[in-house]
């Protein structure tokens, strides 16, 4: 017999096996003249334990009742998967972005994985235990940010089961998950960004100039249709459309700075589809689709290696860091965060300053002339 496989004795009255083909622990003891087995829905030896020393208090103190105990279970017991498909839903009718349910789901789906894994398929039976060697077990692959959402997600998951009576009690509730430290991030000087615009391949000229001289997220330029350009009013409109949602779920417009304009006017105008197109491919031979956010990640990555700048998100610039550029150079050419804000689409609801304040077409065009892109021999 494996030495894990023996029977381990838990107090006077209980004996744990681990049992079946998933070697889930049971607790086997006699009651009323009976010999009863009970599972402990686990294979975490820590836990079954646990609960075992629980029915041996209770079997010893006469407090145990196996009929009242199933009852109650048989009335709050929910899947956690089934109660995790409800959450999702509940967040879809709050109107929460497709891209951010999607991420929820692959988190909690990842935390049912591991629970049963654990022998913990039941709501109820989530506890402190198990959650403790979940994060032990994620901590060896996630970085301290992505631990923090992980935990903060799960929290707020068992308290919306909690708000629903699908468990009596949420064992993160008096948790509280301190947010790490943000890691210092750098943006491109003035000189990079034209150094990286004088040696860019004519295909990516344009796209990294939009990112560096308008502030876009590298998904909504590559989601910007011809219309959304309008040379005509002098503006971008980041539009958020089914399908192509905005991060914030919001549209805004961003005046076109002079240099950039100079960059915009000179491409080739085509009547409809995709502002920037890839290049033709076996599934699109006419060469109609839009870009590729992670192959623009790619190119710009091994153009900044050729130009033996630091790339990486440690201590590096990846295509994200041409927003930060962007914001950097308005901010200190003296335009009014407030204002940086709006075109970027950062929108902090629980300042007063957000709501009331309001800013004209005329004003933002103004500002955006103010701000300062200087071609390499003028810096």
């Known amino acids: 017999m494996n030495e894990k496989d023996k029977p381990i004795r838990v107090g006077l009255h209980v004996t744990l096996r681990r049992r079946g083909k998933k070697k889930i622990y049971q607790a086997e003891f006699h009651h009323n003249d009976r010999h009863r087995r009970k599972t402990m829905e686990t294979r975490n030896k820590k836990v079954a334990m646990k609960k075992a020393i629980e029915i041996d208090h209770q079997l010893?103190?006469?407090?145990?009742?196996?009929?009242?105990?199933?009852?109650?279970r048989s009335k709050t017991t929910m899947k956690t998967r089934e109660a995790i498909k409800k959450f999702l839903n509940f967040l879809r009718t709050e109107g929460r972005r497709h891209k951010t349910v999607r991420r929820y789901d692959g988190i909690l789906d990842t935390f049912a994985t591991f629970a049963e894994g654990q022998g913990v398929f039941d709501l109820d039976r989530i506890d402190m235990t198990l959650i403790d060697e979940y994060r032990a077990h994620r901590a060896k692959s996630l970085k301290p940010k992505s631990m923090h959402n992980e935990a903060s997600l799960i929290k707020s998951f068992l308290a919306w089961c909690k708000e629903r009576d699908y468990i009596e009690k949420?064992?993160?509730?008096?948790?509280?998950?301190?947010?790490?430290?943000?890691?210092?991030?750098?943006?491109?000087?003035?000189?990079?960004?034209?150094?990286?615009?004088?040696?860019?391949?004519?295909?990516?000229?344009?796209?990294?100039?939009?990112?560096?001289?308008?502030?876009?997220?590298?998904?909504?330029?590559?989601?910007?249709?011809?219309?959304?350009?309008?040379?005509?009013?002098?503006?971008?409109?980041?539009?958020?459309?089914?399908?192509?949602?905005?991060?914030?779920?919001?549209?805004?417009?961003?005046?076109?700075?002079?240099?950039?304009?100079?960059?915009?006017?000179?491409?080739?105008?085509r009547r409809s589809g995709w502002f920037f197109t890839a290049l033709p491919?076996?599934?699109?031979?006419?060469?109609?689709?839009?870009?590729?956010?992670?192959?623009?990640?790619?190119?710009?990555?091994?153009?900044?290696?050729?130009?033996?700048?630091?790339?990486?998100?440690?201590?590096?610039?990846?295509?994200?860091?041409?927003?930060?550029?962007?914001?950097?150079?308005?901010?200190?050419?003296?335009?009014?965060?407030?204002?940086?804000?709006?075109?970027?689409?950062?929108?902090?609801?629980?300042?007063?300053?957000?709501?009331?304040?309001?800013?004209?077409?005329?004003?933002?065009?103004?500002?955006?002339?103010?701000?300062?892109?200087?071609?390499?021999?003028?810096?």
């Open 170 to 269: 949420n064992p993160l509730e008096k948790r509280k998950f301190t947010p790490p430290k943000p890691d210092e991030k750098h943006a491109p000087a003035m000189p990079q960004v034209n150094k990286i615009l004088a040696h860019a391949s004519e295909l990516r000229f344009a796209q990294y100039a939009l990112l560096a001289f308008c502030g876009a997220r590298s998904g909504e330029e590559q989601h910007l249709r011809i219309e959304d350009v309008a040379l005509d009013g002098n503006w971008i409109h980041i539009r958020s459309r089914p399908g192509f949602e905005t991060k914030s779920g919001e549209e805004r417009k961003v005046p076109i700075h002079p240099r950039l304009r100079r960059i915009l006017e000179a491409l080739p105008r």
């Open 281 to 379: 491919s076996k599934r699109y031979p006419k060469g109609d689709h839009h870009i590729s956010t992670r192959r623009l990640n790619e190119d710009f990555k091994k153009l900044l290696k050729k130009l033996e700048m630091p790339v990486g998100r440690d201590g590096g610039f990846t295509i994200h860091s041409l927003r930060r550029f962007f914001r950097t150079r308005a901010v200190n050419s003296g335009v009014p965060e407030r204002v940086v804000d709006i075109w970027l689409g950062h929108r902090d609801r629980k300042s007063m300053g957000s709501v009331y304040y309001d800013l004209s077409d005329e004003e933002s065009q103004k500002f955006m002339e103010q701000v300062q892109f200087p071609e390499e021999d003028e810096e």
């Open 60 to 72: 010893s103190n006469g407090t145990y009742d196996s009929s009242q105990r199933e009852t109650q």
